[in-house]
């Protein structure tokens, strides 16, 4: 990526990235662009280079953030409208990395309120539309930072994966995102949607680029308790041989298009060398039905915080305190905000715990076993991230199951912890862009990176 | 099973939000569909499965039960709220 220095100066960079937004503003990719406060840092970067002192290793770097991560700089709304005006007084550790090593916020970006959603829809600023189509959704619900990256706007953007929201917005649009092994990032100041599924990650146009941020970002936090501790280097890493294939997967439900582009990267690994492993997960098909009771259960439980009291939208027609808890959360929440609130409070509720969420809890350690057992037989797994590439706008807003289906081939991972990263994988005839995952065993994350050059 | 109106309406009110009459019936066919296609786990056979809730490797992370320097003061979160008197947040009347 390209890091200011005494050629090329932090003030330049910030300057063209924010050119580049504007150029691009139909796309609806900001919620926010913070042009004073990028300009007033890039210009102290530049000073201490032209002083000659050290600077971080994302000098002057222009990047994205997602909306749902915690700073001063812009008000953190999650793009929903019940954390509108709310501007936070502290900082997400992730934020905190990123900036001590010089990079530059210089805009928030668009995603589905509380990252709930897989195409950037339900976002109380409106949809994102594709890098490469703009008919078409973005994806998400990193949306805004997968297309910010896409569009060249920015060197790299900030991304949460619950269920897929990093690696399918960077499937439909062409680029690298990363959904690391469960606790390599804190998730400290970053809004939480479903505890035990939620990852911090990134964006990127190449795995080099993603490598470096992952080594800056990783490691241990006091202030989350469930960050591993440092591990993020080559120590366990194996040569890998073989590469596994989900037989599954490979149905008519998937888009031939997408059936192609894995065939070539199956080619590509064989011409390599590499030995191809088929695999049968046959859990993985409950993967999706788990996942849609647990995390609604974990949603609701944490939103349950949003109550207009102490910061963000507080309804005004409100006669006493009851009132106004409900005509807040009432305006205050998209639909699907709603829906996921209410199937978490029906399947954790008594009478249908049982039927529902307890099933779901051991449907996930049946998925868990199936990747371990898998990496028994393979080193890595190769997979389609979505059965269809990005789809239009509008198209399947209005039926909630329908958007559902398309989280099939990413919510497994969140489910048993491991890392994804989607790699960039061709376009389709229609010039729609592909991408395929790599998924690999816990703690592979910074091999499985390496490793995506193989099939460049 | 079939979502009837009370349910959406006693699951509303768990939420702790309003509806109006239209969002009414628009999340309970949006919820009768969910529910429809959650209800598939009842397939798999989970007989002898013990449940898991987390991920994580590790358990019972312990530290020191010390107060620790918090990153952001009590006059900042004060000044985030919409009505503030005598250093509280003022609500309407409770009862």
């Avoid at chain 1, 002083?51 to 991560?69: I, S």
């Avoid at chain 1, 390599?272 to 695999?279: A, H, N, R, S």
Wanted: proline share 4%; glycine share 8%.
């Amino acid at each position: 990526m390209k890091i200011a220095n005494k050629k090329v100066t932090a003030e330049r960079l910030v300057r063209d990235a924010l050119e580049k937004a504007k150029h691009f503003a139909d796309y609806n990719i900001f919620t926010f662009l913070n042009e004073e406060g990028a300009l007033e840092k890039a210009r102290e970067i530049d000073a201490k280079i032209a002083r000659g002192e050290e600077v971080g290793r994302l000098a002057g770097v222009p990047y994205a953030l997602k909306d749902n991560f915690l700073s001063p700089e812009g008000q953190t709304a999650a793009a929903s409208h019940i954390l509108e005006g709310f501007v936070s007084p502290v900082t997400a550790t992730a934020v905190e990395k990123l900036e001590a090593e010089g990079a530059i916020m210089v805009g928030r970006t668009n995603m589905d309120a509380f990252a709930h959603g897989s195409s950037t829809e339900n976002s109380y600023f409106g949809p994102t539309h594709n890098a490469c189509d703009k008919e078409r959704v973005a994806g998400g619900s990193s949306g805004g930072s997968a297309v910010a990256v896409a569009l060249d706007i920015v060197e790299f953007a900030t991304g949460t994966d619950t269920g897929g929201s990093i690696r399918q917005p960077a499937s439909f649009n062409g680029v690298y995102g990363l959904k690391p092994t469960y606790g390599t990032i804190s998730r400290y100041g970053v809004v939480a949607m479903a505890s035990s599924t939620d990852c911090i990650g990134f964006f990127t146009k190449t795995p080099d680029d993603m490598n470096l941020l992952m080594e800056i970002a990783s490691g241990q936090d006091e202030k989350d308790l469930t960050t591993l501790p440092d591990y993020y280097d080559n120590a366990g890493a194996k040569k890998i041989t073989k590469v596994g294939i989900i037989k599954d997967f490979d149905n008519n439900s998937v888009h031939p298009e997408i059936r192609k582009a894995l065939q070539n990267k199956i080619e590509l690994l064989k011409s390599k060398g590499y030995e191809i492993v088929d695999l049968e997960m046959p859990a993985l098909k409950y993967a999706l039905a788990a996942y849609y009771i647990i995390v609604p259960a974990e949603v609701a439980s944490n939103l349950s915080r949003y109550d207009g009291v102490r910061y963000g939208f507080r309804s005004e027609k409100s006669e006493d305190l009851d009132a106004l808890y409900k005509n807040t959360r009432g305006e205050g929440f998209m639909p699907e905000n709603k829906r996921r609130i209410m199937i978490g409070n029906f399947v954790l509720s008594s009478g249908f715990y049982d039927a529902y969420f307890l099933k779901a809890a051991k449907a996930r350690t049946l998925i868990v076993q199936e990747y371990t057992k898998a990496f028994e037989k393979c080193d890595f797994i190769l997979s389609p991230v979505t059965p269809n590439p990005a789809f239009k706008l509008g198209e399947k807003t209005s039926d909630p199951v329908t958007m559902y289906l398309e989280d099939a081939m990413t919510v497994p991972l969140n489910l048993a912890g491991v890392p994804g990263l989607t790699i960039p994988a061709g376009k389709t005839e229609d010039g729609v862009a592909l991408g395929l995952q790599l998924i690999g065993p816990r703690r592979s994350d910074k091999n499985l990176i390496e490793f995506s050059k193989e099939l460049i | 099973m079939e979502i009837k109106r009370e349910d959406i309406i006693h699951l509303a009110d768990l939420s702790d939000f309003s509806l109006s009459e239209s969002e009414i019936t628009s999340l309970g066919q949006d919820l009768q569909g969910i529910i429809g296609y959650i209800s598939q786990l009842e397939e798999l056979d989970t007989d002898n499965t013990k449940p898991t809730y987390q991920v994580f490797e590790m358990e019972n992370v312990w530290r020191a039960d010390e107060i620790l320097p918090q990153d952001a003061t009590r006059e900042e979160l004060l000044a985030l709220t919409k009505e503030e008197k005598d250093n509280q947040i003022k609500v309407p009347k409770v009862l």
